[in-house]
């Protein structure tokens, strides 16, 4: 079956820090991926997405890596704020267009 | 900016009863798809809708589920004899394009509990 889990549950830092989220997945064969941020009581929320064909992609404070020799995505968030605690997911998807699999999300707090 | 909108935000169902949650995508999305979040669980994809029919279901999606498009705004999960198991928060997503082509926006969930 699919895996996409994360390295870490839980990720404090200090608000101005950046942060880094890990994902590891498994399927060789994921090509599309996304980043969610999930705040309490809420659905999770687009953050940033990438294709397999790429390896980095940058938003606004956000940043996505992927590194498909190891199957490993990262999301590095620029000068954290307290509006940036919540929980993280990656989501990924296979280039034959089944189902979209979801790792079980970080926990960041961000610390004033 | 345009959002999903789900309803009830929370259902109490005595188990064995049916229950019918609503959504309404973003208005010019054509996919639409159910998710459920058991408390403390990832995120579990049920289903993909698409050209008023199912494009892809998961093995969570059992003859108990089944979704509707009645009219041109809405899109309706029905669980036809709940149980337990079925408490979970629900998420209805929509997208412009196909899982591998366009990013998925959520609605804020109906929370689901079963007595």
């Known amino acids: 079956g699919e895996s996409v889990g994360l390295h870490l549950p839980t990720l404090s830092v200090q608000e101005g820090d950046n942060s880094i989220i890990n994902c590891a997945y498994s399927?060789?064969?994921?090509?599309?991926f996304i980043w969610y941020k999930q705040e309490s009581g809420k659905g999770p929320q687009f953050i940033i997405d990438?294709?397999?064909?790429?390896d980095k992609r940058q938003g606004q404070r956000v940043t996505v890596l992927l590194n498909k020799t190891v199957k490993h995505l990262s999301l590095q968030i620029a000068a954290t704020q307290p509006g940036d605690s919540a929980v993280y997911f990656c989501a990924e998807t296979p280039n034959t267009g089944n189902q979209f699999y979801f790792g079980t999300g970080t926990s960041l707090t961000v610390i004033p | 900016e345009p959002e999903v909108t789900q309803t009830p935000s929370h259902q109490v169902t005595q188990m064995g009863q049916e229950v019918i949650l609503r959504c309404v995508p973003i208005s010019n999305h054509l996919y639409f798809y159910w998710y459920r979040q058991i408390l403390g669980q990832k995120v579990e994809f049920l289903v993909s809708f698409y050209n008023n029919e199912i494009s892809e279901k998961s093995e969570i999606f059992d003859d108990q589920f089944s979704v509707e498009r009645p009219d041109g705004s809405n899109f309706t999960l029905k669980i036809r004899s709940t149980k337990l198991e079925d408490s979970a928060m629900y998420f209805c997503?929509?997208?412009?394009?196909?899982?591998?082509?366009?990013?998925?926006?959520f609605g804020d969930g109906t929370r689901l509990s079963i007595l």
């Open positions: 990438i294709r397999s064909n790429m």
């Open positions: 399927n060789s064969a994921s090509d599309y």
């Open positions: 997503a929509s997208s412009e394009g196909t899982f591998s082509n366009q990013p998925q926006h």
